[in-house]
């Protein structure tokens, strides 16, 4: 793992705004994110809401193909491609609000 994320730190695989499992990225620099991003829209008038989900699997949720494609362009090694390729294969999202699950 520590390869994969060298080799996603080097090329900028990750959006900027991406906190997990991120060397020098803590959970309070996510909230102080989210704050400075909260605080941005008061200053201006607008509301700021927010959805807290506890995402079980976040890799179900990407589109498959293009990440794939970037890893590609990006010139990660087939190796990892390969891997992260069949880990997403056949995979589903289920989100739990509360106590129900929504599939």
Request: hydrophobic share 35%; aromatic share 6%.
């Amino acid at each position: 793992m520590e390869e994969t994320s060298r080799l996603l730190e080097e090329s900028s695989g990750l959006p900027a705004n991406h906190y997990g499992e991120r060397p020098c990225r803590t959970t309070m620099d996510a909230i102080y994110h989210l704050i400075d991003k909260i605080k941005g829209a008061w200053r201006i008038g607008l509301v700021a809401s927010v959805l807290y989900l506890d995402v079980e699997g976040a890799f179900p949720n990407t589109v498959t193909d293009r990440l794939i494609h970037n890893m590609c362009r990006r010139r990660v090694p087939p190796t990892y491609v390969e891997f992260v390729h069949s880990l997403l294969t056949n995979c589903r999202t289920c989100l739990k609000p509360s106590q129900n699950s929504i599939e």
